[in-house]
C-alpha cells in the first residue's frame, strides 16, 4: 500500500531546504568563497564540497529581494546567477529603462538570456504594453518561457530567433556550459564547428516590425553583434524613432555605433562611469525632443 506522508510533516525539511538555498544565493557568501578557492588545499577541498550540494545543472526557483525587479521569481542556477537575487544585475540599465519606459509602451530586448529584463519591463508597460523578448540560445528561450509563466506575464512575447542584419539561418555558438549562458553570438563565416555550434533562424528588426508593435526603447545586448542588429534596424529607427541602450563590446563598435545613430538623427550619452568593455550606449532622436 502506497505511504501518503503529509505536507505538514514535511514542512520543517521544506523551510530548511529553503533557508539552505538563501544562504547559498548570497553574494557576501560567495565573495568569502571565491577568497577561499585561492588558498592552497583548503580551497579544492572547499570547490568539492561546494559540488557536492551543488552539482552541474542545479536549478532553484527564488525571489528577487532587492532593485527594480524586486519581488519578480526566477529560476537560476546558484553557482553563476546570484547576481539576480541581490538586485546587483546591471542596476544602472534598469534604472534607466525604469525612468523611461511607459505605461502602454512597446519594449525590445533583443539578446534577452534569461529574460530577467524583459520581465522588469513587463511590469512596467503594464496590460496595455508589450514585451518581445529576442533570444537565439535554446536554453535560454526554455528558462524566459518558464520565467513568464511562474510570473504570470503573458504580455511578454518570447521571438525564439537571432536579431540580425538579414532574414535567414545563421551559426549561434552558445556560451560555456558552466556559465550563465550569457555570452553566446552570431558567427558568420565559422572556421570550425565547435560543440557549441547550432543553426537558428534569424530575423531583421525592421521585418519584425512590420508585423508587430513598434518599439518605444529597444535593448541590444549581443556580445558584439550591435552593429548587425542595427543594419537590420534602419526602418524601425528611422519611423518609430524608439530610445536605444545598448550594450558595446568593442572599440570597433564604440566608433561605428554612434556614427550610424547620428546618421538618423540621434545624440548619444554613456550610461554611468564605465570605462573599459563592454560598456552601455544610450541614444535618443533628437527630432522627438524628448528628456532624458
Known amino acids: 500500500m502506497r505511504k501518503i506522508v503529509h505536507t505538514r510533516a514535511l514542512q520543517p525539511a521544506i523551510n530548511c531546504k529553503a533557508a539552505m538555498w538563501r544562504l547559498l544565493c548570497s553574494p557576501n ?15 579544492e577541498l572547499c570547490h568539492q564540497l ?25 529560476i537560476i542556477d546558484p553557482r553563476f546567477e546570484v547576481q539576480y537575487v541581490a538586485g ?22 533583443v539578446g534577452a538570456h534569461i529574460g530577467f529584463t524583459s520581465l522588469v519591463a513587463a511590469t512596467l508597460v503594464g496590460n496595455d ?12 528561450c ?22 540580425w542584419s538579414e532574414c535567414k539561418s545563421v551559426h549561434f555558438h552558445r556560451a560555456a556550459e558552466q556559465s550563465s549562458r550569457n555570452m553566446g553570438s552570431v558567427i558568420e563565416e565559422p572556421n570550425c564547428i565547435p560543440d557549441e555550434l547550432v543553426r537558428v ?30 543594419k537590420g534596424a534602419d526602418r524601425t529607427f528611422c519611423s ?20 550610424w545613430l547620428a546618421s538618423r538623427g540621434y545624440s548619444c550619452r554613456w550610461l554611468g562611469a564605465e570605462r ?11 527630432l522627438k525632443g524628448i528628456n532624458w
Request: glycine share 8%; with cysteine.
Open 142 to 163: 526554455s528558462r524566459i518561457a518558464d520565467h513568464i509563466r511562474i510570473n504570470n506575464l503573458p504580455r511578454i512575447e518570447l521571438v525564439p530567433m537571432a536579431a
Open 29 to 43: 557568501l560567495q565573495r568569502v568563497y571565491a577568497r577561499v578557492r585561492r588558498i592552497p588545499v583548503v580551497g
Open 201 to 230: 533562424e534569424a530575423i531583421t528588426l525592421d521585418s519584425f516590425a512590420e508585423a508587430h508593435r513598434r518599439p518605444a526603447i529597444v535593448k541590444i545586448d549581443v556580445e558584439g553583434g550591435e552593429e548587425d542588429v542595427l
Open 240 to 259: 518609430a524613432k524608439p530610445l536605444l541602450i545598448c550594450e558595446i563590446h568593442h572599440s570597433q563598435a564604440a566608433a561605428a555605433v554612434p556614427e
Open 129 to 140: 504594453g508589450q514585451v518581445y523578448a529576442f533570444e537565439a540560445d535554446p536554453g535560454n
Open 88 to 109: 546587483l544585475h546591471e542596476p544602472a540599465v534598469l534604472e534607466w529603462l525604469s525612468a523611461h519606459l511607459r505605461t502602454g509602451g512597446v519594449f525590445y530586448d
Open 276 to 286: 573599459g568593455y563592454p560598456r552601455h550606449l544610450v541614444a535618443r532622436c533628437d
Open 50 to 74: 561546494v559540488r557536492r550540494i551543488l552539482p552541474s545543472h542545479t536549478r532553484v526557483t527564488v525571489g528577487v529581494r532587492s532593485g527594480s525587479g524586486a519581488g519578480l521569481r526566477l
